[in-house]
């Protein structure tokens, strides 16, 4: 994205120092006859680093340290190694440490203890499951895993905040995302990590994959590509295709968004979103944030404000042009925040000024989304800003597509749904803000890891699919 462009300033974007965080934990084992634990404990929040934890070993002491960079980390290290009393350090990165040998394996439900259960569970008694399947293809959802079976698809083209990386090293992301399916949503997760760069070739393996999941979830895939694909899968198959940079960030937006609103006492139909990028996800906010009868939606990509002006758009983007910007607003990210009563940041870190947020609307909501460092960081929000949200867990609000999409699919699978339609993911929305009775400024939306989250979600969903007429009659022979 080139922020310059979209941001209509000729400074580059301010560098924000972040907090601490384990994602650049460093595990210590820290010697020496005179090893103070206290002394160090000082020394590394001196730093700016934090010690999560500290335990005292034979000859020195093992030491936990969340970092905010690997800046930080060789800092920490540099540090300790000239700390009077200290003999040696030993480093480790704990995220790398965590991932040696991957995140996810595969286990039986059915153990083998003998022939009688090898000869049930494989030749010759799987056979007779298999005719049974070939005869009656509607019982593959009772007599194998399909029923509660997902595929995260990828091509590794827009990798987090890191590109087009590749399918091999989108893998850790993806067995990541399986982890959680599993963790928050009891879903069975198979990273799909395809080379398959072009449009075609992911439709084509979507395609072929399909009669061994019950949905597709794709993962990481660059726009404009992931709107053709997810549409053409749904075209061709009836499972779920669910992008989640797209439809998890937008019910996890709306669903802040809706008690937000509440928070400062004014109606959905009252409000003017400003929404700075406009990539898989903004694109998905927009149209959600349309459904639930937004007033007026600005949208701004790396060229500017999306207005009557731009010629030959990607429908995508042409969507705001035609259904948003009512005043027919130009410029760029400035322009577009400037009276506006909410802003939403998808683009990148750093590139909002605090006197473009202090020209927005009284009692304005900001969600700085960019991750790790938001567009513009909690701290520097000028006094006209009543809710902030970011995508860290280190603030209050996070938006965190964890609260989605495991209780989507797990909906979804429930009843056996064919689609997942916009009313699937504002019935999504809708339940999840409706799990904080009473929003506050610093809780507009649940946590990560409060009970039920998933649950909630998914019952929602299950009784909307139902509702539309997208659930089938479960399998009961």
């Not at 989640?244 to 003017?272: C, F, P, Y």
Request: charge should be negative.
């Amino acid at each position: 994205m080139n922020l310059q462009a979209e941001t209509s300033h000729d400074k580059a974007p301010t560098p924000r120092r972040t907090r601490p965080t384990t994602g650049y934990a460093l595990s210590l084992v820290v010697t020496g006859d005179a090893v103070d634990g206290a002394q160090i404990s000082a020394a590394i929040a001196e730093i700016g680093a934090e010690v999560r934890s500290s335990a005292p070993i034979d000859g020195g002491l093992e030491v936990f340290v969340a970092c905010s960079g690997m800046a930080q980390q060789s800092e920490v290290l540099e540090m300790l190694g000239n700390l009077s009393g200290v003999d040696s350090v030993c480093s480790s990165d704990t995220t790398f440490d965590l991932h040696v040998g991957g995140k996810i394996v595969v286990s039986p439900r059915t153990a083998l203890v003998g022939p009688d259960e090898l000869a049930m569970a494989y030749t010759p008694g799987v056979g007779r499951v298999s005719t049974h399947i070939a005869q009656e293809p509607s019982s593959v959802w009772r007599f194998t895993g399909r029923s509660n079976a997902v595929a995260v698809l990828s091509n590794g083209t827009a990798v987090l905040g890191l590109g087009d990386i590749g399918p091999e090293a989108a893998m850790p992301v993806m067995e990541g995302k399986a982890v959680l399916f599993k963790q928050f949503g009891g879903v069975d997760a198979y990273p799909v990590c395809v080379n398959a760069p072009t449009v075609e070739e992911v439709v084509a393996v979507g395609a072929a994959i399909a009669p061994t999941f019950g949905g597709i979830n794709l993962e990481d895939i660059k726009a404009p590509e992931c709107f053709e694909i997810e549409e053409r899968l749904q075209e061709m198959l009836d499972i779920p295709i669910f992008h989640d940079d797209q439809h998890g960030t937008a019910i996890v937006v709306v669903a802040a968004l809706l008690n937000a609103a509440k928070v400062i006492g004014r109606s959905m139909s009252e409000l003017t979103v400003a929404i700075v990028g406009t990539g898989a996800a903004g694109v998905a906010c927009a149209h959600l944030l349309a459904e639930i009868g937004v007033g007026d939606i600005i949208g701004v990509d790396s060229r500017g404000i999306l207005d009557s002006s731009r010629e030959g758009l990607h429908p995508s983007k042409q969507w705001f042009v035609d259904n948003g910007n009512k005043s027919d607003k130009s410029g760029g990210a400035r322009e577009a925040i400037e009276g506006a009563d909410v802003l939403i940041g998808l683009s990148g870190p750093g590139i909002i000024e605090p006197e473009w947020v202090a020209s927005m609307g009284d009692d304005a909501i900001v969600f700085a989304l960019a991750n790790p460092v938001p567009e513009i960081m909690p701290e520097l929000m000028p006094d006209n800003v009543a809710v902030v949200a970011t995508g860290r867990s280190d603030y209050p609000n996070q938006i965190n597509n964890v609260l989605a999409f495991p209780g989507v699919f797990r909906g979804l699978l429930d009843v056996r749904a064919t689609n997942a339609s916009m009313g699937v993911k504002r019935a999504a929305a809708e339940a999840l803000a409706a799990m904080v009775a009473r929003p506050t400024a610093e809780r507009v939306i649940p946590g990560a890891f409060e009970d039920g989250v998933a649950d909630i979600v998914a019952r929602s969903v299950s009784a909307q699919a139902r509702a539309e007429g997208l659930a089938r009659e479960a399998i009961t022979g």
